[in-house]
């Protein structure tokens, strides 16, 4: 089974509740993920985004720009939270989005991948290995970062927080 890397925008109130009661928010997500799969909505129209397999490499690519918000992996647990596939969600608060959204207006896709090759992300064992080593290009990468980026915005813009995990 791969691990996807996901994405969840969610108003100020649902963002409380959420903390409150990360069951309601599972089903919250969950049921906003099957009403938006198969759409072809923009990435700053859609609630929740994933990157797929394209997680690792866009966390390793957004540390060695000394990227100031850890967009990947979320900042904060949600406490109390299940497992929502690869362990429980983690989340950034509507102040953390809207950072990270100006950082990310800073960064183009190819400034992020700019001097890094498959052999780099091979060689730092980056998320699923197998591809680097096969010497895939980066663009895979770039469009998931292209799609991430216009979704902070939207985030950022309408005072949203971000629930994070691996699916």
Not at 14 to 41: C, N, S, T, Y
Not at 115 to 139: H, K, N
């Amino acid at each position: 089974m791969s691990m996807i890397g996901q994405f969840a925008r969610v108003t100020p109130a649902e963002f409380d509740r959420a903390l409150d009661d990360p069951e309601w928010a599972f089903k919250l997500v969950m049921g906003r993920m099957e009403a938006e799969a198969g759409q072809a909505a923009e990435p700053a129209a859609d609630r929740c985004l994933d990157v797929d397999k394209a997680w690792d490499a866009l966390g390793f690519l957004l540390r060695r720009a000394a990227f100031p918000v850890e967009i990947v992996y979320g900042e904060e647990d949600v406490p109390a939270a299940d497992d929502w596939g690869y362990g429980p969600p983690r989340y950034l608060t509507p102040e953390r989005v809207r950072v990270a959204a100006e950082a990310l207006a800073e960064i183009s896709g190819a400034d992020l991948t700019a001097g890094v090759g498959p052999e780099d992300l091979a060689l730092a064992a980056v998320y699923p290995s197998i591809v680097w080593e096969r010497g895939e290009p980066l663009d895979y990468v770039r469009e998931h970062y292209d799609a991430l980026r216009p979704f902070f915005r939207a985030a950022a813009d309408q005072g949203d927080a971000v629930l994070v995990w691996l699916g």
